[in-house]
């Protein structure tokens, strides 16, 4: 009896996590994040003197693990995240706009992803 009622609650909150548009991430602490397998501006990723780093890590989910997130720096696309990967952007001090969206690929459900 108490496997039956721990195996239900247990379904409950990973059904309750899905269908209540929580994104659930998928840790796993032996797979160091990927570089990024879409660079567009690779001077964007190279570090130089008196720049900082901006650090973009895209986790493990099981929601939009076939969508990309297109990352920009000052409204220039910099790179294509897929799930698991990261990249590293270079930007001069001052103030400056990260952004984020998801690209509407064929196997792609844009409207089921989350941006974290």
Known sequence: MRLYVVG???CLS???CVA???P???LNPQAPPQP???VVDAAAIVP???AGAIVVTRDWQLRDRKCSYDISLDGRFVAG???GEQVTIY???GARTLGVSIRDEGSCEAALAHVP
Do not use: H, Q, Y
């Open 20 to 22: 209540g548009g929580i």
């Open 48 to 50: 130089r003197d008196g």
């Open 81 to 83: 995240l897929r799930t």
């Open 91 to 93: 930007a001069d001090p």
């Open 24 to 26: 659930i991430p998928i």
């Open 36 to 38: 990024a397998s879409e």
């Open 8 to 10: 239900i609650l247990s």
């Open 14 to 16: 990973v059904t309750g």
